[in-house]
């Protein structure tokens, strides 16, 4: 399950709750956010769990900001929506290129459409809180 698509490079989410979800890895020059789909990402029916969907939605951060997982790159979540279209199986590649909508003095808007290998399986808009100017 390493198999990572060529551009993608691990990120440090920092520890805790992060280092449980496991690795997260972002393509810059497209914002995408990726991960694999592993057997602690799943549900009773074997497919990636909502909650850990959500997890992986909130880390749109990641993608426009430097430093994620450290003081210099927190960015604490306002608000987070998730619409889910369909099943993330286990050992699917899960990608979401982040569009930065706007920011202002203190938030950051974005959104994504999330995939698994290729399919449409989520869709998330997020408000951040920032400190930092976005890259």
């Known amino acids: 399950m390493d198999d990572i698509p060529e551009g993608f490079e691990l ?20 914002r995408t956010l990726g991960f694999r789909v592993a057997a602690h990402h799943l549900n009773p029916v074997d497919v990636c769990n909502g909650g850990a969907m959500a997890t992986f939605a909130d880390l749109q951060i990641a993608a426009v ?11 604490p979540t306002v608000t987070l929506s998730v619409d889910y ?32 290998n290729g399919r449409p399986v989520a869709r998330a808009n997020a408000i951040y809180r920032h400190y930092l100017a976005p890259r």
Request: charged share 10%; hydrophobic share 45%.
């Open 11 to 30: 990120i440090d989410m920092g520890p805790g709750f992060m280092a449980a979800f496991g690795p997260v890895y972002l393509q810059r020059a497209t």
């Open 65 to 75: 900001i430097d430093g994620p997982g450290t003081a210099r790159g927190h960015a």
């Open 85 to 116: 279209l369909g099943p993330a199986p286990h050992g699917a590649w899960v990608q979401a290129p982040v569009q930065l909508v706007k920011q202002t003095k203190t938030l950051i808007f974005t959104q994504a459409l999330i995939s698994a």
